[in-house]
């Protein structure tokens, strides 16, 4: 029996699990199931509460009284930790890859209003040294009596991963509910973290189908290096150690398009054509792309062995405002 570190509660869980209607038939390949993990709450929605649960719980066991991250200007990660900090109480600091120019829009707008302290660093600063610049502000910090805890971007580590690794549990628990086996499960992958937990729990409760993860930023390469580094840093909780290879590791490759975070036309149609069709709003920077490519690739017959595929609607709404202008919406 594998003892998984303990969490705190903090979202709306178990998350639902619906059929899309009529995505499904449009495309005409296998049922495509989401899970609304974009309810998983308001302040505190998206994926990053459920690896937050596990690093907040591990941050207070510690004595911890100021969480410090880091993220884009428009980073849910970001917003769900300044929630979550405020939720317990707690003061948060974040370092933003941005600057203080930008509209108070979207997820800045909510951190602002949630009270977190924010430091914007040039995207070079974030790319090199923004593990220095957490390690500053936390021995500043500790000199005047606080003690903060570093969570790292994504809360993708060790001990953020296992959200997504009781979130398998739940998809299991769900399978047998539904009476519907999910062949893949298809998400969005940005720091890895959320993959590596199903992988991880994929392989300890034997599930049998696949879990594909279609990259926002970077490449594949990169991401099998990462996970493969997740969980293995995830195993040392659990003290497991299962034997597997990066070729298990599943990443389509493709839809980075523009680059992280930037979008292009063809993403902002489908994010509009998917609202009206199934009344589900899906985010700019990883679900609309992940959405959008999975739609691409079921086109193309590449899950066309597949009965029923599970996308995880990992959350991300609030980064839909200051996009608004790349909408072409009828003028009421
Ligand atoms: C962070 C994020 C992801 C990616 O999850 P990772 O664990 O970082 O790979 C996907 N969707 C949304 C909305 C996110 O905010």
Redesign the pocket.
């Known amino acids: 029996m594998i003892k998984i570190p303990e969490k705190i509660t903090l979202a709306n869980l178990p998350t639902k699990i619906e059929k899309l209607e009529r995505l499904s038939p449009k495309l005409g390949g296998p049922n495509i199931y989401i899970k609304r993990d974009?309810q998983t709450g308001t302040e505190v929605s998206?994926?990053?509460i459920r690896?937050l649960e596990f690093a907040v719980k591990e941050a207070l066991d510690q004595g911890c009284d100021v969480l410090i991250t880091c993220g884009g200007s428009q980073?849910?990660?970001c917003r769900a930790t300044a929630a979550a900090a405020a939720r317990i109480g707690i003061k948060s600091v974040l370092v933003l890859r941005g600057s203080s120019n930008e509209e108070s829009d979207g997820n800045l707008f909510i951190n602002r209003l949630l009270g977190a302290q924010i430091r914007f660093i040039t995207p070079e600063e974030y790319r090199n040294k923004r593990a220095e610049i957490m390690e500053k502000i936390k021995a500043e910090l500790e000199e005047q009596g606080r003690r903060p805890y570093i969570i790292p971007?994504?809360?993708?580590n060790g001990i953020g991963?296992f959200g997504?690794y009781t979130a398998m549990a739940e998809i299991v628990r769900q399978e047998k509910e539904l009476g519907v086996h999910f062949d893949r499960i298809v998400?969005?992958?940005?720091?890895?973290?959320?993959?590596?937990g199903l992988f991880l729990a994929s392989k300890t409760l034997g599930y049998t189908g696949q879990i594909y993860?279609i990259n926002?930023c970077d490449d594949a390469e990169y991401f099998k290096n990462q996970i493969d580094k997740i969980v293995r840093e995830s195993m040392q909780y659990i003290n497991v150690d299962l034997q597997f290879s990066k070729d298990e590791i599943h990443m389509i490759d493709g839809y980075v398009g523009q680059g992280y975070a930037l979008s292009r036309p063809e993403e902002m149609h489908f994010i509009h054509e998917f609202a009206r069709l199934e009344g589900i709003i899906l985010?700019p920077?990883?679900?609309g792309k992940?959405m959008y490519g999975l739609a691409e690739e079921i086109k193309k017959g590449n899950f066309k062995t597949c009965e029923n595929i599970l996308f995880i609607h990992?959350?991300?709404a609030f980064?839909l405002f200051p996009k608004k202008h790349l909408f072409t919406l009828p003028q009421v």
């Open positions: 974009d998206g994926n990053k690896k980073s849910n990660h971007e994504g809360a993708s991963s997504y998400i969005a992958a940005g720091s890895g973290g959320t993959y590596s993860g926002v985010d920077v990883y679900t992940a990992t959350g991300g980064g």
